[in-house]
């Protein structure tokens, strides 16, 4: 099963003038001691990090999350301190979206 950015989603609700009354909510990924840190590259993007320590660039949501970065793209400043949580964070998602399938 695939994990996206929007598997999180509220269903969006709209009032009669356009505007949304739901927003998307992403879970918090806490800091921990198994956090890595590097320092961006200008080179750097959210995807091909994801890629780099996840093994798959649909994951960069996590870092972005993480790291308050991708308001409209995937570019990361360079020279920026960037902390890459876990790959454990994967497999708590995952466990995450069962349950509110589970739920449904």
Request: glycine share 4%; net charge positive; with cysteine.
């Amino acid at each position: 099963m695939a994990i996206n950015r929007y598997e999180f989603n509220k269903q969006h609700a709209y009032t009669n003038k356009g505007r949304c009354l739901n927003t998307t909510k992403l879970p918090i990924i806490e800091k921990s001691y198994k956090d890595r840190y590097i320092i961006s590259k200008e080179s750097d993007r959210l995807d091909l990090l994801s890629y780099e320590f996840y093994g798959d660039s649909r994951y960069w949501f996590i870092l972005a999350n993480a790291n308050n970065l991708g308001k409209g793209t995937l570019d990361v400043p360079s020279g920026k301190q960037i902390r890459i949580p876990p790959d454990s964070i994967i497999t708590e998602l995952r466990e995450i979206i069962q349950k509110s399938e589970e739920n449904r």
